[in-house]
């Protein structure tokens, strides 16, 4: 099996990162090495899968760069990658198989977004000997590829499978942590048929404060003009309609604004998680207000679901108390300069949203299993 190796020359800085591709940077290509060096090399890490080539893409880090305290593990392999590493998928499911992975070692966050997730993850990444992934860009690319079917799903599951091994290659001492974007729970049925021993969590939120969250920080900080609106509605359909099929599915003749279509999003998530309870999948959830008001026993009841907690708290506590997105690009003191409330229209939207679901109608809905 054959790698193929390129030098980093440039950044795309206006690349869309979360898509991650070949196309976040400017590279040159130094040649061929063998593919079996990307399992002994601990700071080479699976960045992308690249469909219409049928590749993955990996990259390669400098040494002093630690992953796992990454907020989102995709930005950081964009920021610092020095060499591109491409194989082929069929490459790439025979590499997998060298992988050893204890699924009883593993742990897996899903979430509906802004509701302490990332500092879920940085809990975990305090611990000695655990391996915690935030957001790696392959699984929601994963979810792209099921929900738009461009594959079979035997297929997809056999690629699936082989990037968990494969962004789980290096040894974990204690466990590896794996948290997706709020979208992965659209995955968490095959996770579990793959991975039936795996520790499951769910974070959530109350949908009006979650909404204001979400408009925060993915809008631009003030209630959209109805012109902006229009504007937005074609391009959020085509960014996320891929991945929320809510959104795919939704009338193209009718409106969806941007509180509209976090609401879908809010919703998908919910309903995803219940749909997997009832078909049995154990999961673990916890409240955002849970963190709010008693973090330090949310952080023990979390850590002691997960069979991780160590005898000394001390570096969780302080985890606690520091923002788990700083740096990036939503972090507090970014989001602090954005002021937002709800207008009554907004609110409306998320309402009639609500009202339209089969199950969920309320705002501070309370999913199964929650601490």
Same mark, same amino acid.
Not at 157 to 185: D, M, N, Y
């Given at each position: 099996m054959i790698a193929t190796v390129f030098e980093v020359i440039e950044r795309n800085e206006h690349a869309h990162v979360r898509l991650a591709s070949l196309n976040n940077f400017?590279?040159? =290509?130094?040649?061929?090495?063998?593919?079996?060096?990307?399992?002994e090399n601990p700071y080479i890490t699976l960045y992308s899968l690249d469909f219409e080539h049928k590749q993955a893409v990996f990259v390669e880090m400098p040494t002093d760069v630690d992953l796992s305290q990454a907020p989102f593990?995709?930005?950081?392999?964009?920021e610092h990658a020095k060499r591109v590493w491409t194989i082929s998928f069929e490459a790439l499911l025979m590499l997998a198989q060298a992988v050893d992975l204890d699924d009883s070692r593993l742990v897996s966050i899903y979430s509906v977004g802004r509701c302490g997730s990332t500092l879920a993850s940085q809990i975990f990444a305090q611990i000695p000997g655990v391996i915690n992934i935030s957001e790696p860009a392959v699984l929601s690319q994963l979810v792209v590829a099921r929900n738009i079917e461009t594959d079979p799903d035997d297929d997809l599951?056999?690629?699936? =499978?082989?990037?968990?091994?494969?962004?789980?290659? $290096?040894?974990? =001492?204690?466990?590896?942590?794996?948290?997706?974007?709020?979208?992965?729970?659209e995955l968490a049925d095959w996770?579990?048929?793959l991975y039936p021993q795996t520790r499951n969590l769910f974070l959530y939120r109350h949908a009006e404060t979650w909404l204001r969250s979400g408009l925060r920080a993915f809008g631009q900080g003030t209630a959209e003009t109805d012109e902006e609106s229009w504007q937005g509605d074609k391009k959020r359909r085509e960014i996320l309609g891929p991945l929320v099929p809510s959104i795919a599915q939704y009338d193209p003749n009718q409106p969806l604004p941007h509180a509209g279509s976090l609401s879908l999003m809010w919703l998908r998530a919910m309903e995803r998680y219940v749909d997997h309870c009832h078909a049995g999948i154990e999961m673990l959830a916890i409240r955002y207000e849970s963190w709010r008001s008693s973090p330090r026993?949310?952080?023990v009841a979390?850590?002691?679901?997960?069979?991780?907690?160590?005898?000394d708290m001390t570096a969780v506590y302080e985890a606690l108390n520091r923002d788990s997105q700083a740096a990036s690009h939503l972090s507090r003191d970014t989001l602090g300069q954005r002021?937002?409330?709800? $207008?009554?229209?907004?609110?409306? =939207? +998320?309402?009639?949203? +609500?009202q339209a679901h089969g199950f969920i109608h309320e705002a501070d809905f309370e999913v199964p299993n929650t601490i």
């Open positions: 400017r590279l040159r =290509e130094q040649g061929q090495l063998p593919a079996s060096d990307i399992l593990v995709v930005t950081a392999q964009h599951i056999l690629l699936l =499978e082989a990037s968990i091994r494969l962004l789980c290659k $290096t040894p974990a =001492e204690t466990v590896w942590v794996i948290k997706g974007q709020s979208f992965v729970i996770l579990h048929k026993q949310t952080a979390m850590l002691d679901y997960c069979h991780c907690r160590p005898a002021q937002r409330v709800l $207008t009554d229209d907004e609110l409306a =939207e +998320l309402h009639k949203h +609500l």
